[in-house]
Structure formats: C-alpha cells, structure tokens
C-alpha cells in the first residue's frame, strides 16, 4: 500500500511538469522569430534549456537528497536515458509526419549542433571511465569540463544561427513582452514540482527493485522527456523542421551540461566516479544513438525506414529497446 502515495505523487508531479513545459513551447518560436536568434540556437538553448527543466530540478534534487549512491545512478540514468529516448522519438515523429524529404529542408547549422550533443556524451562517458572522484571546494574537473565546453559550443551556435536565413520562419501575432512572461511563469511551475518526480522515483524503485539506473533510464526519463515530444510535434506542424530538430540535439546537449550542475550538489565526490553499470550501459546507447542521429543529419538524405548500412528508423528504435533491455537486466 506504501507504493500508491508515491505512484499518486509521480503522476500529479508529471502531469504539472508537462503542462507547464507546454506553455514553455508555445512561446518560443515567438521569441526566435521575433529577436532574431534563430530557430537553431533558439531551439538549443531556449526551447531545449526550457524541456530540459525537469531533469535540471529532478537531477539536481536526486543527488543533494537521496543516498550517494542511489542519487548519483538515479541522475545520470535519467540523463542518458531521456537523451536515448529524445533521439529515438524524433526518428518515430519524422517517420510519421516529418515527410520523406525532411532532413533535406535542414539548415546546415544542424549538423554543428548534432555535433555537440555527440561530442558532450563522449566527453561524459571518458570522465565516468576515468572515474574522478574529487573537488575543489564545490567543483569537480568533470563539472569544469563539461560546463566549459557546453558554453563555449553555444556561442559559437548563436554566431551561426544568428547569421542564417530562414525564408520559412512564421511571425507570430503573439508579443514578445507576453511571450516571455507566459515562459517565465511557466519555467516555475516545472521548477516546483520537478523535485517531487525524484523523491517518488526513488521510493517506486525501492518498492518495485527495479533499481535507480532503470528507473531513471524508463520511468523518469520518459516523463521529463515529454516535453521535447510535444514541442517536436508542434515545431513540425507550423512546418519549422529546424526547430523540431534543434529542441531535441539541443536537449540532449543541454542535458548532459545538466549532469556537470548537478555534480555540484554532489557532497560525496563526484556522481560520475560513482556509476554503475545500469548507467554506464545508458551512456553507451546514448552516445550511439547521438552518433546515429549526426550521421543523419549530415548526410541530409530522404528518409529510409528500414537500412542496414545506414541510420534508419529500424536501426535507431531497435538501438533504444536492445539499449532499454540490457539497462533492465542490470538490475
């Protein structure tokens, strides 16, 4: 009976970060038409920053509240696993409404971006390997490293997205005044009730056995990843493929700078001298559907649904459930 209240709580804490990620969505491509930014960095840092809110607060409160242990494993599971999923479902979504030609439409400023995300989870999964366990003051190497390159890659993007043309950018009739406020309003209501969704993963796993890396990988990754599904879905509807591809590298770049925040909280070391196989196993999917996606992008050919010899929607979604049950039988 122990286990309803924590069900109750992870589902009501869902519900509210999803709805409010939503909100978050829906103003900005009005922010990126209407500075000027660009969809490609806006969808990176905004649009991706924004759904990556969840993990950002749900992370950062695994490992300042749970066990070492446990918190660092439910965090980095929750990364790695919300970034495998965020690249099989873009596959999913541009397979169903993207259109054949939909990488063809790409501007040529994704393929940095894809870059980066690839390249920040090769990074992360070397530090795991090396396993460096120590700090100065609050900062660990890994947090200095990561944090460095997420914010030297992102100005770089701007520079590049800023210069771009985009002939099918939409003007919104929405203000930039209300577009911004309705974005603020709704990054809070995610920041309070993000925290919740560690705390009830971590009690469900306890209940279930199922262990923090896969809780983290299938449960929690799934909920804080749905907003980038939802923003995805919508950037493809007002026919902005540029955005839809940027939110989910964007995301998955962002998510892994999230990794270096939350080692900061981290009082027992580093969460990345403390992984365990569940999640380590994680980074290793995460990295090759990250490898597959660039590939994708570069390659900038029509969509193939089933290849052997090349990324295609067989290759990438039987990655993530080959991924999924070798996480499963860590446990």
Request: proline share 3%; net charge positive; hydrophobic share 55%.
């Amino acid at each position: 009976m122990d286990l309803i209240p924590d069900i109750s709580i992870f589902l009501v804490a869902s519900i509210v970060v999803i709805i409010s990620a939503l909100g978050l969505v829906k103003t900005a491509d009005a922010i990126a038409t209407q500075t000027g930014w660009g969809r490609v960095w806006v969808g990176s840092l905004l649009l991706g920053g924004a759904t990556s809110l969840p993990e950002l607060v749900t992370v950062s409160s695994a490992v300042h509240f749970l066990q070492p242990i446990e918190g660092a494993n439910l965090a980095l599971g929750t990364v790695f696993g919300a970034n495998m999923m965020n690249v099989s479902k873009l596959t999913l979504i541009i397979a169903l409404l993207g259109g054949r030609d939909f990488f063809q439409l790409l501007s040529s400023e994704q393929k940095y971006l894809a870059g980066i995300a690839l390249t920040l989870t090769i990074m992360t999964f070397f530090l795991s390997i090396l396993g460096m366990d120590f700090r100065w003051l609050f900062l660990s190497p890994a947090t200095l490293i990561i944090l460095f390159l997420y914010f030297i890659s992102q100005r770089f993007l701007m520079k590049w997205s800023s210069n771009a043309t985009n002939s099918r950018e939409i003007k919104s009739g929405r203000s930039l005044k209300s577009a911004w406020s309705i974005f603020l309003l709704s990054a809070i209501a995610v920041f309070a009730s993000a925290p919740f969704l560690a705390i009830s993963a971590s009690n469900i796993a306890n209940h279930t056995g199922f262990g923090e890396s896969f809780i983290g990988v299938l449960g929690v990754a799934l909920v804080t990843s749905l907003p980038e599904l939802a923003s995805t879905i919508a950037a493809i509807r007002i026919k902005a493929p540029d955005l839809a591809v940027a939110t989910i590298y964007g995301t998955n770049a962002f998510n892994i700078a999230i990794l270096g925040v939350a080692d900061m909280f981290y009082t027992s070391g580093s969460i990345f001298g403390h992984i365990n196989t569940g999640s380590l196993l994680a980074c290793i999917f995460a990295m090759l559907l990250a490898a597959f996606g660039t590939i994708q992008v570069m390659l900038k050919r029509p969509i193939k649904h089933f290849s052997l010899f090349e990324p295609s929607t067989f290759t990438i979604c039987s990655i993530w459930v080959i991924g999924i049950i070798l996480i499963f039988n860590t446990r």
